[in-house]
T-cell receptor, first 117, second 110 residues
Framework: SAVISQKPSRDICQRGTSLTIQCQVD?????MFWYRQQPGQSLTLIATANQGSEATYESGFVIDKFPISRPNLTFSTLTVSNMSPEDSSIYLC??????????????FGSGTRLTVV | GQNIDQPTEMTATEGAIVQINCTYQ??????LFWYQQHAGEAPTFLSY????GLEEKGRFSSFLSRSKGYSYLLLKELQMKDSASYLCAVRVTGNTPLVFGKGTRLSVIA
């Protein structure tokens, strides 16, 4: 199965600043997904990052707040802009590698635990 | 919209069997996934069902009934390390991201 490297693993940031999270996959993938997991909650999809086109955002998430880059088929970044304490969460990237006998589709990065103070 | 329901919390005894249910109402269906997530870690894949029936993988089994919009995850011979959140997720179409339920926090006690 593919390996996803996500960094930073955690950060503590001042309100009003921005943080960029990076996700690197060791194989080429068409779509990469960014999820948010607030404390004690399940995963909520922020956006789908497509290579060669703008990201597709879910309801409640906007590009100005969460700009995404997807410069090639193995890499994506998510920026959390103008942060407030409500942005404190775990952010996860995910890819769909399709279904094979040894790989059942979705794999997640190790996550970025963000605390905004 | 898409709706996936599962119990919020469950408690079970070490060595016992526990069944975690998941019901879904989605606009399409292209597979159901179960993930395990320990506190502070990323979700890890447990099982996948796309056809009706039972899929068994060691101590873990997952069942699907598409006509009922229902799945369950069965954990046998519970161990303390099985204490975690278990997430049910549905792939609505082949190209769309997974939609997750809120997760079931399982506590295994001695």
């Amino acid at each position: 199965s593919a390996v996803i490297s996500q960094k930073p693993s955690r950060d503590i940031c001042q309100r009003g600043t921005s943080l960029t999270i990076q996700c690197q996959v060791d194989s080429q993938v068409t779509m990469m997904f960014w999820y948010r997991q607030q404390p004690g909650q399940s995963l909520t999809l922020i956006a789908t990052a497509n290579q060669g086109s703008e990201a597709t955002y879910e309801s409640g998430f906007v590009i100005d707040k969460f700009p995404i880059s997807r410069p090639n088929l193995t890499f994506s970044t998510l920026t959390v802009s103008n942060m407030s304490p409500e942005d404190s969460s775990i952010y996860l990237c995910s890819v769909d590698l399709g279904m094979t006998p040894t790989n059942y589709g979705y794999t997640f990065g190790s996550g970025t635990r963000l605390t905004v103070v | 919209g898409q709706n996936i329901d599962q119990p919020t919390e469950m408690t079970a005894t070490e060595g016992a069997i526990v069944q975690i249910n998941c019901t879904y109402q989605t606009s399409g269906f292209n597979g159901l996934f179960w993930y395990q997530q320990h506190a502070g870690e990323a979700p890890t894949f447990l099982s996948y069902n796309v056809l009706d029936g039972l899929e068994e993988k060691g101590r873990f089994s997952s069942f699907l009934s598409r006509s009922k919009g229902y799945s369950y995850l069965l954990l046998k011979e519970l161990q303390m390390k099985d204490s975690a959140s278990y997430l049910c997720a549905v792939r609505v179409t082949g190209n769309t991201p997974l939609v997750f339920g809120k997760g079931t926090r399982l506590s295994v006690i001695a």
